[in-house]
């Protein structure tokens, strides 16, 4: 923990003597109609909190936490949010940009990414049994231990091809779809968290992305993201319009066999902003959920979102936004010592290692993406509400809040954070996410932890 904050005050350091000028990029090659733009920046996030022991975690376990039907018992659960740690994330991006003739140019972002601290919890493994699975593989690890990993990947390379009213771009980008400002359950490709840390990131998809404009805000718009698999793939077609001063989208499509149809809906009340989503998914994958006597599909669900935002006129604007959730897919709180994690695994009759033959199962397995039905919004509560409220304090320093209330659990989450931007060159964030709440609840196993962000660009 001593590291993490002499890393964090070196960061403020280097932050305070940088320039402070505003950047652009950097043109490196131009002939008529195409050129070569560079530009990138250096990110330091590091954060201190609580998380679970992997070690401890695997020691805890006895027989029981090996059968579907006493896992929810398990006492390796009983570890945790035991353990202090502290991570850094220092990441390298360039972004080169390539004009290669009018309307037709290309674009690819490269990171390095050096992650230090304690690496090897529990929570980081159990995140990664959920990643999903692209196309092509585009990272690659350099070096991969318990204190330190380092590795480079193509954040996005993508072409793009503009002729008239097409706007086509092939690979890997981000397909940002929906209007709440918290929840996108509309969005099924690119999606991110409401109380995600780093809200610029996104993983980006590998997909072929046509949009036709017929006038004005008028398009329709087609996506395919084949995945890895066929039960991977997500392709979906979307009209949006402009209609009595709203704009309306119309979606459809299959989302990993799960076919789906929504519509998103924004206009101007007074002053103020009203949004609304609206996604009905019908899930074709059969998942095994802990408790149930075999495999089965997803029920149908629904899942909406309506918020309304106003700036009120008080000294350099205060900005307040309230967002409501109903998830229709919600997992639930789960039970005995595994809470709201029990959700997250499933049931099988694949025998682990050294379980003998003549033991009947079922036994447990890490959970897979089918649990949510194709949904990016994956929640245990059924409704949740969200406010947000900021406001500048000075024009390079900038206080952001936000509270989610969990109905069904009656628990929260607070994440204020504080930005002061002294230049286009610079932006230090600080922040805390703490939570309060019944242990079997939305936001009650969350452990408080407080971060630092720093971003230089050039």
Not at 23 to 31: D, F, G, I, N, R
Not at 218 to 230: C, D, I, L, M, T
Not at 260 to 283: H, I, K, Q, S
Request: charged letters at 20%; proline letters at 5%.
């Amino acid at each position: 923990m001593k590291r993490a904050i002499a890393s964090g005050l070196a960061w403020v350091w280097l932050v305070l003597a940088a320039p402070s000028a505003p950047v652009s990029a950097t043109e490196l090659w131009q002939s008529r109609d195409a050129s070569l733009d560079i530009s990138g920046s250096l990110r330091e996030l590091a954060n201190i909190g609580s998380q679970t022991d992997a070690d401890d975690f695997a020691a805890a376990a006895n027989p029981s936490c090996v059968f579907a039907a006493t896992f929810a018992n398990c006492p390796s659960f009983e570890t945790v949010g035991d353990k202090d740690a502290w991570q850094s994330l220092t990441r390298l991006r360039t972004r080169a940009d390539l004009q290669i003739m009018e309307g037709l140019r290309a674009v690819v972002v490269y990171d390095h990414e050096l992650y230090t601290g304690v690496l090897d919890t529990f929570e980081a493994g159990f995140g990664d049994s959920f990643q999903r699975d692209d196309l092509f593989d585009a990272d690659w690890t350099i070096t991969d231990s318990r204190r330190v990993e380092w590795r480079h990947l193509f954040y996005r390379g993508f072409v793009q091809l503009e002729a008239g009213g097409l706007d086509l771009t092939v690979g890997r980008q981000r397909v940002a779809w929906g209007v709440g400002r918290l929840w996108n359950p509309i969005d099924r490709f690119n999606a991110i968290p409401p109380l995600a840390v780093q809200a610029d990131q996104s993983q980006g998809i590998d997909s072929i992305d046509a949009r036709w404009s017929f006038d004005g805000f008028n398009f329709v718009e087609a996506v395919y993201a084949p995945g890895s698999s066929r039960d991977e793939a997500r392709y979906a077609l979307r009209l949006h319009g402009v209609v009595l001063d709203s704009d309306l989208s119309l979606m459809g499509g299959v989302f990993e066999k799960a076919p789906t149809v929504g519509m998103d809906f924004a206009r101007n009340l007074g002053d103020a902003a009203f949004r609304f989503e609206l996604v009905y998914t019908r899930p074709e994958q059969k998942v095994w959920k802990i408790g149930s006597s075999g495999p089965a599909r997803l029920d149908d669900f629904v899942q909406w979102v309506a918020s309304i935002d106003y700036t009120f006129d008080f000294a350099d604007g205060i900005y307040v936004l309230v967002e409501h959730l109903y998830n229709g897919n919600d997992l639930g709180f789960g039970g005995g010592r595994a809470g709201s994690l029990l959700p997250f695994f499933e049931a099988t009759n694949a025998r682990p290692a050294g379980v003998p033959d003549n033991v009947p199962g079922p036994f447990v397995t890490g959970g897979s993406p089918a649990l949510f039905g194709s949904s990016r919004v994956v929640t245990s509560a059924r409704s949740q509400t969200g406010w947000m409220v900021g406001g500048d304090i000075t024009p390079e320093l900038r206080l952001d809040g936000v509270v989610i209330y969990d109905w069904d659990g009656e628990s929260a989450a607070f994440f204020p954070s504080l930005k002061y931007s002294p230049g286009g060159a610079i932006e230090v964030t600080v922040g805390v996410q703490t939570f309060v709440g019944p242990r079997k609840s939305q936001y009650g196993n969350g452990e408080t932890f407080a971060y630092l962000l720093v971003d230089i660009f050039f």
